[in-house]
């Protein structure tokens, strides 16, 4: 069976289905490359309203674009500059509603008006982040935190065992 955005009943809903989507799709034998490849893809898919989803991972203490759907981004992301650097910074999700008066925002999709970053870390360590952008103000709440954060820890332990 094919499932569309419209099958799901809630956002809680729809969490489950991508915490058990991208679970089903990681292959341990497969590089990190290609897991959070697909991860992106799903997180594209089946959310509504959303422009952008990719994660940038941590190297040589910056931000580097990572896989991700959606348009050109920018490749590389200092600590604590934009939504990404600082929630690599914090280690800690930042959700954005509305990133025309976030100070150190980077622009790359000028359609896009809030935006989640959760990052990825295991044993206090960073990895990565994930961005998600939407081109509708106040497009996260509390709920799509918590869901993008239980699939954050599902990837972690899966691809990053």
Known sequence: MIVTIEDFKS??????????????MIDRRDNVIS????AAALIKIYMKDVNWA???LFQEEMLTLGPFQGGPAV???????GVCGLSAERMKTVRVDDVTV???YIACDNLTLSEIVV???KK???IAVLDIDSPLPSRFDSEDEKGLE?????LVHLIYM
Not at 75 to 81: A, D, N, P
């Open 150 to 154: 239980k699939i954050a820890n599902t």
């Open 102 to 104: 976030f100070d150190s």
């Open 124 to 126: 206090e360590r960073l």
């Open 54 to 56: 990719g994660f940038y």
């Open 119 to 121: 990052p990825l870390v």
């Open 35 to 38: 897991s959070l490849a697909n």
């Open 11 to 24: 956002k809680n809903e729809m969490y489950g289905y991508l915490e058990s989507a991208c679970a089903a």
């Open 75 to 81: 490749t590389r992301i200092k600590l604590g500059k």
